[in-house]
């Protein structure tokens, strides 16, 4: 995988019945990022970004979050995509971020 030192993904079931799906990567520099996702069925009721990086606003992250919470697992990548051109990212970039949605939507099954 381009750009990647190390990766991993795992589920377990959730708090609220739910199942949660996680992934991380750590990407060449040695920043990581991860990404969990809580589903029910297919659609996505929690969503946290986290890990060794800043974005610029900052507040875009939680927004992407917001976004993606109610969505199907399968369109989370394509949710990172609508944020070209309107997020800096500094540590990872938007395809590692996507790299890990891809990840998570296999997988679901998706």
Same mark, same amino acid.
């Given at each position: ?17 739910? /199942? +949660? $799906?996680?992934?991380? =990567? ?12 809580? $589903?029910?069925? /297919? ?17 875009? &992250? ?10 199907? +697992? ?11 051109? =309107?997020?800096? %990212?500094?540590? &990872?970039?938007?395809?590692? $971020?996507?790299? %890990? %949605? ?9």
């Amino acid at each position: 995988m381009p750009g990647s030192s190390s990766r991993s993904t795992g589920a377990r079931s959730g708090s609220t019945g739910g /199942r +949660v $799906l996680s992934a991380s =990567r750590k990407v060449i520099g040695g920043k990581m990022v991860k990404v969990e996702v809580e $589903l029910a069925g /297919r659609r996505v009721r929690r969503v946290t970004i986290s890990g060794d990086f800043f974005a610029y606003p900052a507040e875009v &992250i939680e927004e992407m979050e917001r976004e993606m919470t109610g969505a199907d +697992v399968g369109e989370l990548p394509s949710v990172v995509d609508r944020y070209r051109g =309107r997020v800096e %990212l500094v540590g &990872i970039t938007l395809e590692d $971020l996507r790299e %890990l %949605l891809r990840q998570l939507a296999e997988a679901s099954g998706a």
